[in-house]
């Protein structure tokens, strides 16, 4: 009997390593940092171990290590003293992602920096923009955000990245930056985020809990993938350099349809409760760490991700420089 024998490339390290289709790098990794007004601060997030709010003196250090271990992209969220009804704090030009971004391109200039853009950090109301009753208002949300955008390419940043989910949003920032002279500066957009259950750690971590209802008049509908087409569809239409897909672990087949969709760079965000979950099981014995996380990894990448948004960053980061898979 005559069969074929695909198993002849799976005999050793070196035949595996030969016919492997999809490789993780530490330069695909991007590490989101949470950085809070104060000093002296370095408080762990308890539902994410091993990550933590950082006061702006605490960066260097930070950033040494993120260095060292080939880390080249972070992801900026900031946490005011004082929020408003208004946002104001998100377009401070001296607040505290304003601070973190000088601080970084001080010490480590080689660091890309990417910022959140949104207003749920800085609203007294926990919502992703204004209100207006208990509504999000869309249209008046669209200038604090761009003024937002400006601020942070002033201070530095090299990539902003709106998040809130607002329509016409990467127009408003594409808008104001040009009209600022920051034509060059890139808007990565959050074009398809769900409104969704992984995010219960960081909201913790963010301190952005809304203060009542919920976002599904913005975030989109989890049992939606042709909205989410259109989504990118339409952010890439009015400027978007590059798109996010958020979370990342039950929505790769979002991450399959942007790739096979769009030129422009597609980037997983693999979220808080898809990191939370791995780390508590690990903790229990239930599963190895490593392999798990890795295999997570390179789910994101066959699923047709260039870059990963991910709190596992240091860790994956460690394990690849010890063994490249």
């Known amino acids: ?51 933590y709010q950082l006061s702006p003196d605490n960066l260097p250090a930070e950033l040494d290590e993120l260095t060292q271990l080939g880390i080249r992209a972070v992801l900026l ?42 207003a749920c950090e800085y609203t007294s109301h926990g919502h992703c923009g204004i209100l207006v009753g208990d509504v999000v208002d869309n249209d008046l949300t669209l200038p604090v955000l761009a003024r937002t955008a400006v601020s942070h390419a002033r201070a530095g940043a090299d990539i902003v990245a709106p998040s809130d989910m607002m329509d016409g949003r990467v127009a408003a920032l594409r808008t104001a930056l040009d009209g600022a002279g920051f034509e060059n500066t890139p808007v990565m957009s959050y074009a398809a985020k769900y409104a969704s259950g992984y995010y219960g750690p960081f909201r913790e971590a963010a301190e952005s809990t809304p203060a009542f209802g919920d976002r599904r008049t913005h975030q989109m509908d989890a049992a939606n993938s042709r909205e989410a087409m259109r989504e990118i569809d339409i952010d890439i239409a009015e400027g978007a350099d590059a798109i996010i897909v958020k979370p990342a672990l039950a929505y790769m087949d979002i991450i399959r349809g942007a ?27 239930w599963i190895d760490e490593q392999r798990i996380t890795l295999e997570t990894m390179l789910g994101f990448k066959r699923a047709g991700a260039d870059r990963i948004i991910t709190y596992h960053a240091k860790d994956v980061a460690r394990w690849l420089n010890e063994e490249q898979i």
């Open 1 to 51: 009997m005559t069969f074929i024998r695909t198993r002849r490339l799976r005999q050793s390290p070196a035949l595996r390593d030969f016919s492997r289709e999809h490789h993780l790098r530490v330069a695909d990794l991007i590490y989101p940092l949470f950085i809070m007004e104060g000093e002296g601060i370095r408080n762990e997030i308890s539902s994410m171990p091993g990550q």
């Open 259 to 285: 790739r096979d969709r769009t030129q422009v760079p597609v980037v997983a965000y693999n979220v808080s409760g898809e990191f939370a979950m791995i780390k508590a099981a690990a903790e229990r014995g």
């Open 77 to 118: 969220f900031g946490i005011p003293k004082e929020k408003d009804d208004q946002a104001t704090g998100a377009y401070d030009d001296d607040g505290i992602v304003q601070q973190a971004i000088r601080i970084i391109k001080s010490h480590a200039p080689g660091m890309l920096v990417i910022t959140d853009v949104c």
